[in-house]
């Protein structure tokens, strides 16, 4: 089953605006991590924030982590065209597992 | 480092047919990833090997399916026989440290069945 739950579906704003996704997820979490995939490739790494961090930055990105609330959010800034890609978290839960749980991501698209 | 390396990038088979995926892993990195990706699944993780040993192939849909791992620079993902709804992306993805580091996914197998 999935473990994270991407807010919303998708998404399309204009070139210069901000897009925030949401994650929202179930059990405890070591930590929680973002991907961008672009249409027909892999998925790509982005962030990793720890189940003690709150928030993190990345160039024009912004991650928060809300545990008690067991959610997360992405903010893009000044958002380009070439930010066009589905964006997907994934949770390292707790209890012994190696394993990454994917959410369905987010399509985001940035009209120019 | 090339990265993480799957190879056929297309495969388009007959059902019944044995289909036969391969992946090779970042250099140094102890775990190794296979996903299946559908519009109406998402991303599943089907197994995970920590070196090469599997760890939980809980994932894995049916006996049809069958993943090795004989070495620390090769995987290999096998279908058989394969059914038209095995039609998805699959992935293979390594990492350092598990969940604990960041995932590098190859650029995927898109696999047909017919």
């Known amino acids: 089953s999935q473990q994270g739950e991407e807010d919303p579906q998708a998404l399309s704003i204009q070139e210069g605006e901000n897009a925030t996704m949401n994650c929202s997820y179930k059990t405890s979490i070591n930590n929680l991590q973002w991907y961008r995939q672009n249409s027909g490739r892999g998925l790509v790494h982005l962030i990793l924030i720890r189940s003690n961090e709150r928030e993190k930055h990345s160039g024009r990105l912004r991650v928060t982590l809300d545990t008690s609330k067991k959610s997360s959010s992405l903010l893009i800034t000044a958002s380009r065209a070439a930010d066009t890609a589905s964006y997907f978290c994934a949770t390292f839960p707790q209890g012994g597992s190696e394993k990454l749980v994917f959410g369905k991501g987010t399509k985001l698209t940035v009209n120019p | 480092d090339a990265g993480v390396i799957q190879s056929p990038r297309h495969e388009v088979t007959e059902m019944g047919q044995e289909v036969t995926l391969r992946c090779k892993p970042i250099?140094?990195?102890?775990?190794l990833f296979w996903y299946r990706q559908t519009m109406m699944r998402g991303l599943e993780l089907l197994i995970y090997?920590?070196?090469?040993?599997?760890?939980?192939d809980s994932g894995m849909p049916e006996d049809r399916f069958s993943a090795k791992m004989p070495n620390a620079s090769f995987s290999t993902l096998k279908i058989q026989p394969s059914e038209p709804r095995d039609s998805a992306v699959y992935f293979c993805?390594?990492?350092?440290?598990?969940?604990?580091?960041?995932?590098?996914f190859g650029q995927g197998t898109r696999l047909t069945v017919v």
């Open positions: 090997f920590n070196n090469n040993v599997p760890i939980d």
């Open positions: 250099s140094g990195h102890d775990y």
């Open positions: 993805a390594s990492s350092s440290l598990g969940g604990a580091t960041e995932a590098f």
